[in-house]
């Protein structure tokens, strides 16, 4: 099998939660060795989020999110706040290619692990950091989360029902869409370093990654001082182009017409040719008028049928419609089933499961699961052994000084 | 000028996720060549919002966006002439990036296997709805199907409405995110090992890999939590209405002193029934008419400032017009001016990650086959009269 495109690449993990480390699940799918630094006292709060009781013995290593966002990653412990620990962490850089962080500021430079101070250890090392509002300016103190930074970025505002108030996106959603442009950054920065020899710091601003996510309504109201309103599942310009009920309980199919051969597909699909030519929907800007109209025309016929019945009827006429998938439905649906989408993963604490596989599908060298995720300290042996070279002498010293440790301790999450 | 200048690209996707992918590349200094249809060009460039609303090929604020800093040219791929023109332009390129149906580029004889025989190291990426293959290859898709089908729609919006589709062009902007990883990921491994490859983005994928907790809760415990919530999904994490708009507060554990002291209820830190993770999630429900009550007594800026001085997780919602007047994103110059001669100097975002050695690149829009002869010309070696040529012939 063809190496993986970002095999000869090691990677420190300082980040927690969601945005960073599904940044750096990215990089691991693709090869790269992603080693996740945590502590006894500084451990990633995602192993905590579990509905596993407390009492449970290496409850740390049952949490479904925290495994699901770490396969094919390593992890270790340094407690980075003892010297010792930091020193380590520094033998480590001089071996690493990219350090990553999400630590409020400024922790890194209390720390004493500023860009300067990793730059000493490897003159070339990589470091990203994927601070909520930046690293400078007024506000670099503070705190934002996922659904934070989709209501600072604008989103917020422009998504909602039609002539209602700002909605909620359903996931966190500022997390993901930070940690693909925190991949991203790695990505090119090693392609700067391997075209000039240089390392780089490289600042992931999640707020400002989230308004180019809508940056047409910033140029657009730059145009015409007109703010944007939500418009629930409308277009600017394609009608009919909604959410229609279906029968069940809360089934629902998505239909968008681009044009008037599309509409006369439609009709024809609703047994009702007659509309195409209906001096209300004859033509693009008569759909759009009178799309309220329309859509109660719709959900007429949506309502008798399921979302895959509808779907497929209306795909075999070339018209865009596909169900409203849940996660349940994800995980039966054919297509996903058909493209090996899913991947079984074992776990030596938490079982075996289904999950989602890698989303870049590349023809020459496909990545697979091809580990899951750390238990806690699970590869102390491997970074402070194996690549630091320290005896087994050493290492005890370092777990009664408590700079390594193999069970986290509880009371940071609580 | 940055390193990524080496970077060679040829675009020929013609929707909001192939663009953005291609946009950041150029962004990040890469030259990206923008091959439009002879005539109309590009179908993004038919979407408004326009200046005074007139319709305009060079004005549509959707498409001058998402091309900054590219290149234009036209040329028509399906004409035989058209063809040969593209495989000698592909020659001088690392990278393709194309979101035709699956299999339209092969009938033409310019499939990645036919066109990587020309060029070994060839980064081809393909951003489509579903995929390269699988039984839903050949769906018709926009934005609003793709975000149903990645799982993302179900999950938002009220539970007693129909599932919402987030604001904009949101599937599209995932998959043109994820696009643009990879590609970058792919173009490093081949500029080492001289052997490219086809990368297959299906928004679909992209989109059910980002929808945690719902998936792993599901996978691992079999249990559908991805009941829509609306705008609350706790006391603690949601949008609560205020005196000028909404705050949002998004507050895990080891924030809720701080959310305490912003919410100027110190005396909570010290009741038993919110003492920790699991007791607040007890008494939920009067957690959360706490923070109601306390968001409809206040102003959002003020708010959000006050809080952020403390260090809670408090936001409030932004409007474009509140995003242009932010004063954190003003004092770090994120918005840009970048002028335009039919569509004038308008505020563009700046660059989605700040590389130290690799400057953003701020540069327009191209003009519909603006590049023409540069390429044409000064690249391929042809002379006046054969692009006039190809010209009269609807080839460019």
């Given at each position: 099998?063809?190496?993986?495109?970002?095999?000869?690449?090691?990677?420190?993990d300082?980040t927690t939660a969601w945005?960073g480390p599904y940044?750096?699940r990215?990089?691991a799918?693709?090869?790269?060795?992603?080693i996740k630094v945590e502590a006894v006292n500084h451990w990633d709060l995602l192993r905590a989020l579990t509905d596993t009781p407390p009492d449970v013995e290496l409850v740390w290593n049952k949490s479904p999110i925290f495994n699901h966002v770490n396969r094919n990653k390593y992890a270790c412990t340094l407690d980075?706040?003892?010297?010792?620990?930091?020193?380590?962490?520094?033998?480590?850089?001089?071996?690493?290619?990219?350090?990553?962080?999400?630590?409020?500021?400024?922790?890194?430079?209390?720390?004493?692990?500023?860009?300067?101070?990793?730059?000493?250890?490897?003159?070339?090392?990589?470091?990203?950091?994927?601070?909520?509002?930046?690293?400078?300016?007024?506000?670099?103190?503070?705190?934002?989360y996922?659904?934070?930074?989709?209501?600072?970025?604008?989103?917020?505002?422009?998504?909602?029902?039609?002539?209602?108030?700002?909605?909620?996106?359903?996931?966190s959603?500022?997390d993901?869409?930070?940690?693909?442009?925190?991949?991203?950054?790695?990505?090119?920065?090693?392609?700067?370093?391997?075209?000039?020899?240089?390392?780089?710091?490289?600042?992931?601003?999640?707020?400002?990654?989230?308004?180019?996510?809508?940056?047409?309504?910033?140029?657009?109201?730059?145009?015409?001082?007109?703010?944007?309103?939500?418009?629930?599942?409308?277009?600017?310009?394609?009608?009919?182009?909604?959410?229609?009920?279906?029968?069940?309980?809360?089934?629902?199919?998505?239909?968008?017409?681009?044009?008037?051969?599309?509409?006369?597909?439609?009709?024809?699909?609703?047994?009702?040719?007659?509309?195409?030519?209906?001096?209300?929907?004859?033509?693009?800007?008569?759909?759009?008028?009178?799309?309220?109209?329309?859509?109660?025309?719709?959900?007429?016929?949506?309502?008798?049928?399921?979302?895959?019945?509808?779907?497929?009827?209306?795909?075999?006429?070339?018209?865009?419609?596909?169900?409203?998938?849940?996660v349940p439905?994800?995980f039966?649906?054919?297509?996903?089933?058909?493209?090996?989408?899913w991947e079984t993963v074992s776990h030596a604490d938490a079982g075996t499961w289904d999950v989602d596989?890698?989303?870049?599908?590349?023809?020459?060298?496909?990545?697979?699961i091809?580990l899951p995720a750390p238990r806690f300290a699970e590869h102390n042996g491997y970074v402070?052994?194996?690549?630091?070279?320290?005896?087994?002498?050493?290492?005890?010293?370092?777990a009664?000084?408590g700079?390594i440790g193999d069970r986290p301790n509880p009371s940071v999450h609580e | 000028?940055?390193?990524?200048?080496?970077?060679?690209?040829?675009?020929?996707?013609?929707?909001?996720?192939?663009?953005?992918?291609?946009?950041?590349?150029?962004?990040?200094?890469?030259?990206?060549?923008?091959?439009?249809?002879?005539?109309?060009?590009?179908?993004?460039?038919?979407?408004?919002?326009?200046?005074?609303?007139?319709?305009?090929?060079?004005?549509?604020?959707?498409?001058?966006?998402?091309?900054?800093?590219?290149?234009?040219?036209?040329?028509?791929?399906?004409?035989?002439?058209?063809?040969?023109?593209?495989?000698?332009?592909?020659?001088?390129?690392?990278?393709?990036?194309?979101?035709?149906?699956?299999?339209?580029?092969?009938?033409?004889?310019?499939?990645?296997?036919?066109?990587?025989?020309?060029?070994?190291?060839?980064?081809?990426?393909?951003?489509?709805?579903?995929?390269?293959?699988?039984?839903?290859?050949?769906?018709?898709?926009?934005?609003?199907?793709?975000?149903?089908?990645?799982?993302?729609?179900?999950?938002?919006?009220?539970?007693?409405?129909?599932?919402?589709?987030?604001?904009?062009?949101?599937?599209?902007?995932?998959?043109?995110?994820?696009?643009?990883?990879?590609?970058?990921?792919?173009?490093?491994?081949?500029?080492?090992?001289?052997?490219?490859?086809?990368?297959?983005?299906?928004?679909?994928?992209?989109?059910?890999?980002?929808l945690e907790p719902y998936v792993s809760s599901w996978a691992y415990l079999k249990r559908d939590i991805g009941q829509?919530?609306?705008?609350?999904v706790s006391g603690t994490v949601?949008?609560?209405?205020?005196?000028?708009?909404?705050?949002?507060?998004?507050c895990m554990p080891r924030n809720w002193?701080?959310?305490?002291?912003?919410?100027?209820?110190?005396?909570?830190?010290?009741?038993e029934r919110f003492r920790d993770h699991y007791h607040r999630l007890q008494h939920n429900?009067?957690l959360?008419?706490?923070?109601?009550?306390?968001?409809?007594?206040?102003?959002?800026?003020?708010?959000?400032?006050?809080?952020?001085?403390?260090?809670?997780?408090?936001?409030?919602?932004?409007?474009?017009?509140?995003?242009?007047?932010?004063?954190?994103?003003?004092?770090?110059?994120?918005?840009?001016?970048?002028?335009?001669?039919?569509?004038?100097?308008?505020?563009?975002?700046?660059?989605?990650?700040?590389?130290?050695?690799?400057?953003?690149?701020?540069?327009?829009?191209?003009?519909?086959?603006?590049?023409?002869?540069?390429?044409?010309?000064?690249?391929?070696?042809?002379?006046?009269?054969?692009?006039?040529?190809?010209?009269?012939?609807?080839?460019?």
């Open positions: 099998m063809e190496r993986l495109p970002l095999y000869s690449y090691r990677i420190l300082l945005a940044g750096t990215l990089l799918d693709m090869g790269a060795e992603v980075l706040g003892q010297p010792r620990g930091r020193e380590l962490f520094l033998r480590l850089v001089a071996l690493s290619d990219v350090v990553i962080e999400s630590y409020r500021s400024p922790v890194m430079e209390n720390l004493g692990l500023s860009y300067d101070v990793l730059r000493s250890a490897r003159a070339d090392i990589i470091l990203v950091s994927t601070p909520s509002h930046g690293k400078t300016g007024p506000e670099k103190d503070f705190v934002a996922g659904s934070n930074i989709e209501q600072l970025g604008g989103l917020t505002a422009i998504s909602g029902y039609l002539g209602g108030g700002p909605q909620k996106t359903g996931i959603y500022g993901p869409v930070s940690g693909i442009a925190a991949a991203a950054a790695v990505a090119l920065a090693l392609w700067h370093r391997r075209r000039t020899g240089e390392g780089q710091y490289v600042e992931v601003a999640q707020w400002e990654n989230m308004v180019g996510l809508i940056g047409e309504y910033v140029v657009g109201y730059s145009m015409n001082g007109r703010l944007p309103q939500p418009m629930g599942n409308r277009h600017s310009s394609m009608a009919p182009h909604g959410c229609y009920p279906c029968c069940g309980d809360d089934q629902w199919v998505t239909i968008a017409v681009e044009d008037d051969e599309q509409f006369a597909a439609l009709c024809r699909i609703m047994g009702r040719p007659e509309l195409a030519a209906d001096p209300r929907f004859a033509d693009v800007v008569s759909r759009y008028r009178n799309q309220d109209e329309l859509d109660g025309i719709v959900a007429e016929w949506t309502r008798q049928r399921t979302p895959k019945q509808a779907t497929e009827a209306l795909q075999t006429a070339g018209v865009a419609a596909a169900p409203v998938l849940g439905a994800l039966d649906d054919r297509h996903l089933r058909a493209r090996g989408f596989g890698v989303p870049w599908r590349m023809s020459r060298s496909p990545a697979h091809r402070l052994r194996g690549l630091l070279g320290l005896s087994e002498e050493e290492i005890q010293e370092l009664a000084a700079v | 000028m940055t390193s990524l200048s080496a970077l060679r690209v040829l675009d020929l996707s013609d929707g909001v996720a192939g663009a953005f992918c291609t946009k950041l590349l150029a962004g990040f200094g890469a030259e990206v060549i923008k091959i439009e249809r002879p005539g109309a060009g590009d179908p993004l460039r038919r979407h408004g919002p326009f200046p005074d609303d007139l319709p305009h090929r060079e004005k549509g604020a959707l498409f001058l966006y998402l091309n900054t800093a590219k290149k234009s040219i036209t040329l028509d791929i399906a004409q035989r002439t058209g063809a040969l023109i593209f495989r000698r332009l592909v020659e001088g390129v690392e990278v393709v990036v194309e979101s035709f149906s699956p299999g339209y580029l092969a009938e033409l004889g310019l499939g990645y296997e036919s066109l990587a025989r020309i060029k070994p190291r060839l980064v081809m990426t393909s951003i489509t709805p579903f995929g390269q293959d699988g039984p839903y290859a050949g769906y018709k898709a926009a934005n609003l199907t793709a975000f149903a089908m990645g799982g993302q729609m179900a999950v938002t919006g009220e539970p007693d409405r129909e599932p919402l589709k987030n604001g904009g062009y949101q599937a599209e902007y995932q998959a043109g995110l994820h696009a643009f990883a990879a590609t970058a990921v792919a173009a490093l491994s081949a500029d080492s090992t001289e052997v490219g490859q086809h990368i297959d983005i299906a928004a679909m994928e992209c989109l059910a890999t980002m829509r919530r609306g705008n609350v949601g949008l609560y209405p205020c005196r000028d708009g909404h705050l949002g507060i998004h002193p701080a959310l305490a002291r912003a919410l100027g209820r110190e005396d909570l830190l010290a009741d429900d009067e959360e008419s706490i923070v109601y009550a306390w968001a409809t007594t206040q102003e959002r800026k003020a708010a959000y400032q006050r809080a952020g001085g403390l260090r809670a997780p408090v936001s409030f919602v932004h409007t474009v017009q509140d995003l242009l007047e932010a004063p954190q994103l003003r004092a770090r110059g994120f918005f840009q001016q970048i002028g335009h001669p039919a569509a004038g100097r308008q505020t563009y975002p700046g660059p989605p990650f700040r590389p130290e050695a690799m400057p953003w690149q701020a540069a327009r829009a191209p003009l519909l086959g603006e590049h023409n002869e540069e390429i044409y010309c000064e690249e391929l070696g042809l002379s006046r009269q054969e692009l006039a040529l190809l010209r009269a012939s609807g080839v460019v």
